[in-house]
């Protein structure tokens, strides 16, 4: 396997000699495994290796014990090891994302601290122990959420500085080698609950789909290898015909009705989807069912329009689909920000929000003062913008969930037509979490059962 696993490294460039890399190693098989292969490297090539461990304190004792049992097998190995810690399950929260990511953006910003701490001058990578059973979970992930072509081409060996060596390898053959080894590993008691997706598709989906065809997981993964060729070919394409049909702007993008004309379908649907993803800056919530209902857009008759993820509203037009981000669009966009949790926001107009999660106590103190409120972060589900008024928005306005349309609720407060455009509202979406001065939602405000409360202080130093 260490021959199969060299070559594999060398058919895909993914080291010279000398290189620096971050591995991380959790104390599982796969990642010992990369780190002894690494080691028996080390001095072939010159590598230098340093060690990163992530704590996510979701398994207490346990995970305090594969972190001495990492920094022991550095200790023997002579690798430089380097832990971090932290409760992933509440930056989850406060990132309103699941626990899954979080701790996948946190071990990444561990690698790109310790570049930092060792005072690394030189470009590093980072070595990852992925392997050919995590392909196919990720096939599987995405088909589920309804990914296109790109979701299903499985993991790359190298994107970026991030190395994937083991890609190679199935999770029988690093067993094996750590056996053959002499090497011992840490088990992870959470990869055999099925509370996360990806634990039901590695103990109960793949079992069974072994059960149907014993080369079931040996042919998704080969499938994932063609997927990606013919998606390299579709991506290339695209890029090649995207300004040929896209105009970008600052708050808006165009593409020309004759792009489903003159390209092939799969060309064009590429070329929709990387215009939504250059209006939307992201792309994990856009899936191919928004790809093909922008599609049918094209052929909807002017003035139709539709609703995108992160705010996007596409309009069909007489010679063009737009695609605008609604909060750029508006005529007040420089005072539209996403509010940080915990932290500080400033708008453009020299006003400051101050957010601050703290945990109820039985005696919690609310103050008094209008533009400091409390709220239950505990219903607060998705990110919160700090943002001028919208035709369309609603404020929850009793315990009985009623809503109001804001424009009522202002009319009825007799605040001056005049002065409505002018005022900020913290929301999520349409719906209205605080109009800053004024009331707040009755949604979202603390009870007996809240567990975490967000405290939130406007300040204008203009005032």
């Given amino acids: 396997m260490f021959a199969k696993i060299k070559e594999f ?3 895909n460039h993914m080291l010279n000699y000398a290189d620096t890399l971050i591995v991380g190693v959790s104390g599982g098989a796969d990642s010992v495994c990369l780190l002894h292969i690494l080691c028996q490297l080390q001095e072939e090539m010159g590598l230098k290796l340093f060690a990163v461990h992530v704590n996510h304190m979701l398994r207490a004792e346990e995970a305090e014990q594969d972190a001495l049992f990492v920094e022991e097998l550095c200790k023997q190995w002579d690798i430089p090891f380097y832990l971090y810690k932290a409760d992933i399950e509440m930056m989850a929260r406060q990132r309103h994302i699941t626990i899954e990511e979080a701790g996948r953006a946190y071990r990444y910003e561990c690698f790109e601290k310790t570049i930092e701490q060792a005072g690394i001058k030189e470009k590093a ?5 992925h392997h050919k059973n995590d392909v196919v979970e990720t096939v599987l ?9 790109k979701g299903v081409a499985g993991i790359a060996p190298v994107h970026a500085n991030v190395l994937r060596p083991l890609l190679v390898c199935n999770r029988l053959e690093i067993e094996h080698y750590l056996q053959e080894n002499g090497l011992t590993w840490r088990m992870d008691s959470t990869n055999l609950k099925n509370d996360y997706a990806r634990n039901k598709i590695r103990n109960q989906i ?7 065809n014993a080369g079931s997981t040996a042919h998704m993964e080969q499938f994932a290898k063609t997927a990606s060729q013919y998606f390299s070919l579709v991506e290339n394409l695209a890029k090649q015909a995207y300004y040929k049909y896209v105009v970008e702007e600052k708050a808006e993008i165009r593409m020309q009705l ?7 379908l799969l060309i064009a649907k590429e070329i929709i989807y990387m215009a939504l993803s250059a209006c939307s800056h992201a792309t994990k919530d856009i899936g191919s069912v928004h790809v093909e209902a922008l599609k049918d857009l094209f052929g909807n008759q002017a003035g139709k329009c539709l609703h995108l993820p992160y705010g996007i509203i596409a309009v069909r037009e007489y010679e063009c689909v737009k695609l605008m981000n609604k909060e ?13 949790i915990p932290g500080e926001t400033a708008l453009e107009d020299d006003s400051v929000f101050n957010a601050t999660l703290v945990e109820k106590k039985n005696m919690y103190e609310f103050s008094k003062k209008i533009y400091t409120k409390s709220f239950d972060y505990d219903k607060i589900n998705g990110a919160l913008c700090i943002r ?9 306005v009793n315990q009985d969930g009623q809503h109001k349309k804001l424009s ?7 605040i001056p037509a005049g002065k409505r455009d002018s005022m900020l509202v913290l929301a999520r979406e349409k719906e209205v979490i605080w109009v800053i001065g004024m009331r707040i939602s009755e949604a979202y405000k603390v009870t007996e059962e809240t567990k975490i409360i967000l405290e939130l202080e406007y300040k204008n130093t203009k005032e």
């Fill in 9 to 11: 490294i060398k058919e």
């Fill in 125 to 129: 990578k980072i070595a990852v122990a």
């Fill in 141 to 149: 992930f995405h088909l589920i959420r309804g990914s296109g072509m």
């Fill in 206 to 212: 793949l079992p069974a789909l072994e059960e149907i």
């Fill in 258 to 264: 004759s792009l489903l004309e003159k390209e092939e």
């Fill in 328 to 340: 750029q669009d508006r005529i007040h966009q420089l005072l539209a920000k996403q509010l940080n």
């Fill in 388 to 396: 001028p008024p919208q035709p369309e928005d609603m404020i929850i």
């Fill in 408 to 414: 009522r609720y202002f009319i009825d407060s007799k």
